[in-house]
Nanobody, 121 residues
Framework: VQLQASGGGSVQPGGSLRLSCAAS????????MGWYRQLPGKQRELVAS???????NYIDSVKGRFTISRGSSRSTILLQMNSLKPEDTAVYYC????????????????WGQGTQVTVSS
């Protein structure tokens, strides 16, 4: 299983970006997927997540500005980021708890490569 993230870039404060993440490979089930971010010298933090039932969770600092959703397939997620602030600048990582055939209840954590988001005037 591999997770491929895309959509980062540079924007001015108040701008918008959309990140996408697609899991590929032979997948049985996706329990939850989400986005983390990491600032230089700091620990990686969970930004938003979405479960297989559609329940979402956000850190307080992005509520009302970011929206996580599923893409066209069950193993694709999107993160719409609006009203971006300089403090949103970070490397964003896609994450998923995924099981494969033969190990249907053994959910393992997979990470995508990071994508840089820079918010600066």
């Amino acid at each position: 299983v591999q997770l491929q993230a895309s959509g980062g870039g540079s924007v001015q404060p108040g701008g918008s970006l959309r990140l996408s993440c697609a899991a590929s490979g032979i997948i049985f089930s996706v329990r939850v997927m989400g986005w983390y971010r990491q600032l230089p010298g700091k620990q990686r933090e969970l930004v938003a997540s979405i479960t297989n039932s559609g329940s979402t969770n956000y850190i307080d600092s992005v509520k009302g500005r970011f929206t996580i959703s599923r893409g066209s397939s069950r193993s694709t997620i999107l993160l719409q980021m609006n009203s971006l602030k300089p403090e949103d600048t970070a490397v964003y990582y896609c994450n998923g708890a995924i099981s494969i055939p033969g190990y249907e209840y053994d959910y393992r954590t997979y990470w995508g490569q990071g994508t840089q988001v820079t918010v600066s005037s």
